[in-house]
């Protein structure tokens, strides 16, 4: 069964903090994308990344960087020296080879950055 | 960036009635489109299928003659609520498909807000 794992239901940190995002998948297909999103307020979901299943590298952009983990089925989502705009919804999700792009989101964290 | 736009962005309704929800590619041919629906403080959940010339496919527990989906040109998919109910109120975003294949690019439109009284 294809699942998506985002134990972290919220989590709260002040400015500037670095945090932590989790996210475990499941899948007995080899050829798979992941991805995060990140869903403010207003609703619309903004693309992150999205990382195929060959490729284990390591990403940074900017302030955010991902660890992708295919030995414990990991892709975990860090944001360094967090800012209020940081706050948001993020999401995890799983795209399938087999299945023609119909992704499974995970649950959510819900990100707050106090000032 | 390839752009998907959804109509109207939110709309309130009476019980009872129908409502439309357009999702567009606006400058690419999407063969394949995607509606998800996401309930307050909740995941997206996807729907159904659809795809440029034939009937959607719907997964399992959602009502096909309650969401009609049409998906009647390679740019514009549509959505409808037919005799929607209180419970029906929720967030509903479509995704369109660039490019042939199983990994095409994907992109969201901005989400589309229906609050049925």
């Known amino acids: 069964a294809q699942k998506v794992t985002q134990a972290q239901t919220e989590i709260s940190v002040v400015e500037k903090e670095d945090v932590t995002l989790d996210c475990v998948y499941e899948?007995?297909?080899?050829?798979?994308?992941l991805f995060w999103y990140k869903q403010p307020p207003s609703g619309e979901l903004v693309f992150l990344i999205r990382?195929?299943?060959?490729?284990?590298q390591n990403e940074i952009s900017g302030r955010y960087s991902w660890n992708f983990q295919k030995s414990t089925s990991s892709f975990n989502f860090t944001i360094t020296a967090s800012q209020v705009v940081d706050s948001a919804v993020y999401f995890c999700?799983?795209?399938?080879?087999?299945?023609?792009?119909?992704?499974?989101f995970g649950s959510g964290t819900r990100l707050s950055i106090r000032p | 960036g390839a752009v998907v736009s959804q109509h109207p962005s939110w709309v309130i309704c009476k019980s009872g009635t129908s409502v439309k929800i357009e999702c567009r590619s606006l400058d690419f041919q999407a063969t394949t489109m995607f509606w998800y629906r996401q309930f307050p403080k909740q995941s997206l959940m996807l729907m159904a299928t659809?795809?440029?010339?034939?009937?959607?496919?719907?997964e399992q527990g959602v009502e096909k003659d309650k969401f009609l989906i049409n998906h009647a040109s390679l740019t514009l998919s549509t959505l409808t609520v037919t005799s929607a109910h209180p419970e029906d109120s929720s967030f509903y975003i479509c995704s369109a498909k660039t490019g042939g294949g199983s990994f095409g690019e994907l992109f969201f439109g901005e989400g589309s807000r229906l609050t049925v009284l």
């Open positions: 659809s795809n440029e010339g034939s009937k959607a496919t719907y």
């Open positions: 999700a799983l795209d399938l080879y087999s299945s023609a792009s119909k992704i499974i």
């Open positions: 990382r195929n299943s060959f490729d284990e």
């Open positions: 899948t007995r297909d080899t050829t798979y994308y």
